[in-house]
């Protein structure tokens, strides 16, 4: 019970256009029998700076490759997940977490195909990441553009318009 009004306080901070997202993957995390945690979602600038601080110029690791301001997470259309495993009520890390985050991420995105994990990632892969941005770059946000997201009814009205 507390996860949850933890989780609701966190999804009520993000962009509202994400937080059915973010709520549909807690709902797929339950269907997967694990419960999902949001150990980040909106970050302040300085947030960013400091996490972006890590592994560089402070202590410790590496876990973003951007500085505030530059983090979908400063925009409110990023978190980051932590896995519960519900019989242990113990954090899943490792291989076992990272299963998980892949089957939550394929599931999510034949869903949902605005939803980015991190996972999927070339660079810096960041497995309990997810994001979603379609049509719009992060230069776009920090000049309070928000994004497009898939509107089915708007493209079927386009497409059944009649041609000139």
Avoid: C
């Amino acid at each position: 019970r507390k996860i949850e009004e933890y989780n609701k306080e966190k999804i009520k901070a993000l962009d509202p256009e994400f937080q059915p997202q973010v709520q549909e993957l807690i709902i797929l995390g339950r269907a997967l029998g694990v419960i999902l945690l949001i150990k980040s979602g909106y970050r302040s600038s300085e947030e960013q700076d400091r996490a972006y601080a890590e592994g560089r110029t402070t202590p410790g690791t590496i876990t973003t490759e951007v500085p505030g301001g530059s983090s979908w997470h400063n925009h409110g259309r990023a978190v980051d997940l932590i896995i519960i495993d519900p019989n242990t009520g113990v954090r899943m890390f490792g291989d076992e977490e990272v299963a998980v985050l892949k089957d939550l991420a394929e599931k999510m995105k034949m869903q949902n195909s605005d939803v980015v994990w991190g996972g999927d990632w070339t660079s810096l892969k960041d497995y309990p990441h997810f994001e979603s941005h379609k049509n719009i770059t992060i230069e776009q946000a920090k000049l309070g553009e928000k994004p497009r997201l898939n509107n089915y009814k708007e493209q079927i009205a386009q497409a059944l318009k009649p041609s000139r």
